[in-house]
């Protein structure tokens, strides 16, 4: 049995969470591989609203497994925070969440590294969300890092009192910051660790290939997006892992031949969040209407989302190097009041027109725009394909030529049953 795969071919933000939630009722394990709670996955039904930030999407579906892999990064503090919300909702998951032994810990000193870090910056600031991703991922392959496995060891406090002065004489090189209240955020760090050993703590890898020898079918989460990919986004604008399909085999320990169906999640216009280039970004009226009707700020942190129209060239790209074998379009319910919808088909730069994305994007490329017009009704009615407006479909089957893969599903509002099928 093959492990199918959901990967956001954006700059994060694409709806992931939604359709997880969704698909996971076809499946028996949703499976986490990359990132921490840098990501936020909102999921709207029965008139509740939830942000995931760790935990997988598919937890609100009876009886599935939930497993948090090895690629993961943890932050006790907000794990616990997320479980005490799902406690408090009335879900029962918790004999149904799993943990990789091989994830490893945020520390509070790694959020206070991430922040010293930022601030030095200055105006080349990337955008982090100062949740310590990166100094944690750093901490990784410089082989110092501390995994929750690490937890049962006896020199546990030991090893993390280690690390963290090492953490604090790092960030002597840094312009001072406040660190008044570091003594009580371990206290906090270490209660909710004490409280996540009521867990189930697994092998991860051993878990999920046995799992799929036995028939068992998985779906694979990511977080963030494809440009956001440490090696193939858009560097140094850019997560710490690995947001593609390859992520998946070093997130979980699987191998590449074990991959199946991809499913790549696209908005229909364009969103990001902090620093880094955005050929399409509308800094104008338009932009402050995508803005306000797609509620775009961000789940994590609150900040508005830079806006813009539709990037074939990115897009392209995302689904070359993710391996995407079919589309689901979100937040198309948006574009609902707009005269004309613009979406960006290649790039002027060199003097010359390209569909490749340059090796070292900047926003002085020129987007080459197409238009089509808009449909101006609601779709809030819309339950089948065929229901669509005729301008809605020519845009979507606009886009799927354009890009050359089927696209198979279409979100036309935030709840869970705003989904339409397309074949």
Same mark, same amino acid.
């Given at each position: 049995m093959a492990v199918d795969v959901i990967l956001g071919l954006q700059w994060g933000d694409e709806g992931k969470g939604k359709i997880v939630d969704h698909l996971a009722k076809k499946y028996d394990i949703v499976a986490r591989f990359q990132g921490g709670p840098n990501a936020g996955h909102t999921l709207k039904f029965d008139g509740k609203k939830f942000v995931l930030h760790t935990i997988p999407s598919g937890v609100f579906r009876p009886n599935l497994l939930n497993l948090i892999?090895?690629? /993961?990064?943890i932050d006790p503090t907000i794990l616990k925070r997320e479980i005490d919300g799902l406690d408090?909702?009335? /879900?029962?998951?918790?004999?149904?969440?799993?943990?990789? +032994?091989?994830a490893?810990?945020?520390?509070? =000193? #790694? =959020?206070?590294?991430?922040?010293?870090?930022?601030?030095?910056?200055? +105006?080349?600031?990337?955008?982090?969300?100062?949740?310590?991703?990166?100094?944690?991922?750093?901490?990784? =392959?410089?082989?110092?890092?501390l995994r929750i496995g690490d937890i049962f060891s006896s020199n546990f406090k030991a090893r993390y009192h280690a690390l963290r002065n090492k953490h604090l004489n790092l960030l002597?090189?840094?312009p001072p910051i406040d660190i008044a209240d570091l003594a009580e955020r371990e206290k906090v760090w270490f209660d909710s660790l004490e409280s996540l050993k009521s867990l189930q703590f697994v092998n991860g890898e051993y878990y999920i290939n046995q799992a799929i020898k036995d028939g068992k079918k998985v779906l694979a989460e990511g977080a963030q997006g494809a440009m956001l990919d440490v090696d193939f986004g858009t560097y140094p604008f850019v997560t710490s892992s690995s947001t593609l399909t390859a992520g998946v085999c070093i997130g979980l320990g699987i191998a590449?031949?074990?991959i199946g169906e991809v499913i790549g999640i696209t908005k229909a216009y364009c969103t990001r969040v902090g620093g880094g280039p955005f050929p399409t970004e509308l800094n104008d009226e338009v932009g402050e209407k995508l803005r306000r009707l797609g509620a775009e700020f961000g789940a994590t942190t609150g900040r508005p989302r830079r806006c813009g129209w539709m990037d074939l060239p990115a897009l392209k790209y995302a689904i070359m190097v993710g391996g995407i074998t079919q589309i689901c379009i979100t937040k198309i319910d948006i574009l609902d009041e707009f005269e004309e919808i613009r979406v960006a088909t290649?790039?002027?730069?060199?003097?010359? +027109? #390209?569909?490749?994305?340059?090796?070292?994007?900047?926003? =002085? /490329?020129?987007?080459?725009? +197409?238009?089509?017009p808009g449909w101006n009704t609601s779709l809030d009615h819309v339950k089948e394909y065929d229901q669509f407006p005729k301008e809605a479909k020519e845009y979507i089957i606009a886009l799927e030529e354009l890009i050359g893969v089927p696209v198979t599903l279409i979100s036309t509002g935030p709840e869970r049953e705003k989904l339409v099928y397309k074949n």
């Open positions: 892999g090895n690629g /993961v990064v408090q909702a009335g /879900v029962i998951f918790k004999d149904r969440l799993l943990i990789s +032994k091989k490893h810990l945020i520390m509070p =000193t #790694h =959020t206070l590294l991430d922040a010293a870090s930022e601030a030095a910056k200055g +105006k080349a600031k990337i955008g982090s969300t100062l949740k310590g991703i990166g100094p944690t991922y750093m901490d990784k =392959t410089g082989r110092n890092g002597r090189v840094y590449p031949s074990k290649h790039y002027e730069y060199d003097e010359e +027109k #390209h569909e490749e994305i340059p090796y070292d994007l900047v926003n =002085t /490329v020129e987007p080459i725009y +197409k238009s089509y």
